[in-house]
């Protein structure tokens, strides 16, 4: 039998966030976690995902939509907020440590910055 009512759980933007804010740290402190090229192209993947928090609705930190429909998500400003911190710490940030090969710097789009912040501070 067909069942047609199937949930979709939004995205989890602030635990992406989250990962990559830490890894960030770990990397800029001197850790050596990434070792090949194909995952720091998946960690810009990672960025470039993030980079659309501000149009992208979740259940926010503490896993409530919104206050008349507790079921769905909205903009949640613990996302954004998260999101922007990540995405300032990964920028220009070489994934194989300092003095290392250019191609694994990652790029963050100055515009989807901007446009978090502004969503976040409006």
Same mark, same amino acid.
């Given at each position: 039998? $067909?069942?047609?009512?199937?949930t @979709?759980?939004? %995205? *989890?933007?602030?635990?992406?966030s989250?990962?990559? $804010?830490?890894?960030? *740290?770990?990397? !800029?402190?001197?850790? =050596?976690?990434?070792?090949? &090229? *194909?995952?720091?192209?998946?960690? @810009?993947?990672?960025?470039?995902?993030?980079? !659309?928090?501000? !149009?992208?609705? /979740? &259940?926010?930190?503490?896993? *409530?939509? !919104? +206050? /008349?429909?507790?079921?769905? %998500?909205?903009?949640?400003?613990?996302?954004?907020g998260?999101?922007?911190?990540?995405? #300032?710490?990964? /920028?220009?940030?070489?994934?194989f440590g300092?003095?290392?090969?250019?191609?694994t =710097?990652l &790029?963050? /789009?100055?515009?989807?910055? &901007? +446009? #978090? =912040?502004?969503?976040?501070?409006?």
């Amino acid at each position: 039998a $067909f069942c047609s009512c199937v949930t @979709q759980t939004p %995205p *989890q933007i602030r635990a992406v966030s989250l990962y990559l $804010f830490y890894l960030s *740290q770990m990397i !800029r402190s001197g850790l =050596v976690l990434i070792y090949t &090229f *194909q995952e720091s192209n998946i960690i @810009q993947n990672l960025i470039y995902y993030i980079e !659309r928090a501000y !149009r992208i609705k /979740d &259940f926010g930190m503490w896993g *409530q939509g !919104r +206050r /008349d429909r507790p079921e769905e %998500p909205e903009l949640s400003a613990s996302s954004i907020g998260i999101t922007i911190a990540a995405l #300032n710490l990964c /920028d220009g940030l070489n994934m194989f440590g300092e003095g290392c090969s250019h191609e694994t =710097v990652l &790029f963050v /789009d100055p515009d989807a910055v &901007f +446009r #978090n =912040v502004t969503i976040l501070h409006s």
